[in-house]
């Protein structure tokens, strides 16, 4: 029994040190992808004044509601070792139903370094749900290893 504990153990372990690297990875990449995403908004700023791309074009409390293009939520999975995953759903722009795309706010034609800009977050948010789901799955192996030990020390 306890020969079978060890080799979970050495599984698990295993298993920890592979989601940390993908976790490393992940992180590496939304940092890229958000640096990106600076320097096209900077561009933007510079390339077509101050004026173009400013907080003031950002809707107030006294704009029409609208709705996020963008949701998160938890779904059972019964590949992950947590037993969920958090899942990102996108919404199609429909001003009829609420759901505006938020570039206009600046400008109809806004300019491609900002379209670019959004892309790069765009990306950046899938990514930063992927981290969260690694992280669920490095919680519950750690969990796992840490009850095994204790299964362990009572043989």
């Known amino acids: 029994m306890k020969g079978k504990i060890e080799e979970l153990l050495d599984a698990?372990?295993?298993?920890?040190?592979?989601?940390?690297?993908?976790?490393?990875?992940?992180?590496?990449?939304?940092e890229r992808l958000t640096k990106a995403g600076l320097l096209l908004l900077a561009k933007t700023r510079y390339v077509s004044g101050m004026q173009t791309v400013s907080?003031?074009?950002l809707p107030t409390e006294n704009s029409e509601d609208f709705k996020a293009?963008?949701?998160?939520?938890e779904r059972n999975d019964e590949d992950a070792v947590s037993g969920h995953k958090i899942?990102?759903?996108r919404s199609e722009v429909e001003?009829?139903?609420g759901y505006y795309e938020p570039l206009h706010f600046f400008n109809?034609?806004?300019?491609?370094?900002?379209?670019n800009a959004a892309e790069q977050y765009k990306?950046?948010?899938?990514?930063l749900v992927e981290s969260a789901n690694i992280q669920r799955e490095m919680l519950?192996?750690?969990?796992?290893?840490?009850n095994l030990k204790i299964l362990k020390k009572q043989f």
């Open 55 to 57: 907080v003031a074009q």
């Open 95 to 97: 001003k009829s139903e």
């Open 87 to 89: 899942q990102l759903i």
């Open 140 to 146: 519950a192996v750690m969990e796992n290893i840490e």
């Open 108 to 115: 109809i034609l806004a300019p491609s370094s900002l379209r």
């Open 123 to 127: 990306k950046s948010i899938t990514l």
């Open 12 to 30: 698990l372990y295993l298993e920890l040190l592979h989601l940390i690297e993908q976790q490393t990875q992940c992180r590496v990449n939304i």
């Open 69 to 73: 293009l963008c949701r998160v939520v």
